[in-house]
């Protein structure tokens, strides 16, 4: 298959549908980015690289951050973080204040704000400098450093946190909160503005790492006991996915054990 002209094909047909939208502006810097960027990139098997549009532009990765933080909190923690984060969907917005509050300090997954709050938290408590732990993992996977931070939108969005400051809160308040308020709120924007600064071939190849976090998150919610069923995709994705202006969402392939995380926005 050429994977080239498919990209090409598929990125003139969207660009042709009048793609609409809105850029974020609950970051102020955000607003400021060129809502007409849009780019797709493909890395087969063999680790090349395919691309069209404004697919090498740097950009805040955002919500993505929270796939990696998971993982790397999860083979750490096991079954013992389940106990502060659930996982089921939300059916709320992404940053809500009352449903945590309903859930008396549990929020309902860990790709919500709260949820990724506790999952920073208890990267936070475990790493003595857990910012360049996070980098580090990040760059392992690609084989080098490919990353840096975008300290424009990082101030912007540590300037205008008071709702995932108030969640923070939230959660101390119900004892599901270990380290202060401020400096894990730090290690989380931190994260959230990381941003590639050029295209890089991963160390390993792009199955190998399927698999490898697959194996994290077929622990997390399977334990000891690996299985596969048709309904266990379903399920997983339920739990990844919220309503909300960004989506971060998980599909399974039971017994082909893929998988693919994303990261966009409603239109």
């Known amino acids: 298959m050429n994977y080239q002209n498919l990209i090409e094909e598929v990125y003139n047909e969207v660009m042709s549908a009048n793609p609409r939208g809105k850029v974020a502006d609950y970051i102020p810097e955000l607003a400021r980015v060129d809502g007409d960027k849009f780019g797709i990139a493909l890395v087969d098997l063999e680790g ?11 950009f805040s990765i955002q919500s993505i951050s929270k796939v990696y933080t998971l993982t790397m909190v999860a083979s750490i923690f096991k079954n013992k973080l389940w106990s502060r984060v659930n996982v089921e969907p939300s059916g709320d917005p992404f940053n809500s204040i009352a449903q945590l509050e309903f859930e008396k300090g549990i929020p309902r997954n860990p790709f919500i704000n709260a949820g990724a709050l506790v999952i920073t938290d208890a990267l936070t408590s475990k790493f003595e400098n857990p910012i360049a732990e996070i980098s580090k993992f990040i760059d392992e996977l690609n084989g080098e450093t490919c990353i840096n ?3 424009e939108v990082m101030d912007s969005e540590l300037n205008h946190s008071e709702r995932n400051t108030a969640l923070g809160y939230f959660l101390k308040a119900y004892d599901n909160f270990e380290i202060c308020v401020s400096s ?14 050029k295209r890089s071939i991963p160390k390993i190849s792009p199955i190998e790492l399927v698999n490898k976090f697959i194996e994290v998150v077929l622990e997390v919610f399977v334990g000891d006991h690996v299985v596969y069923s048709q309904e266990f995709p379903l399920q997983i994705a339920d739990c990844f996915m919220y309503p909300s202006e960004r989506v971060v ?13 994303y990261d966009m926005l409603k239109l």
Do not use: K, M, Y
């Open 249 to 261: 969402g998980g599909i399974f392939s039971g017994d082909n054990r893929e998988v693919c995380f």
């Open 149 to 151: 931070i975008n300290q």
């Open 184 to 197: 894990c709120l730090h290690v989380w924007v931190n994260c959230r503005n990381n941003q590639s600064i």
């Open 48 to 58: 090349n690289t395919f691309g069209a549009g404004d697919f090498e532009e740097p």
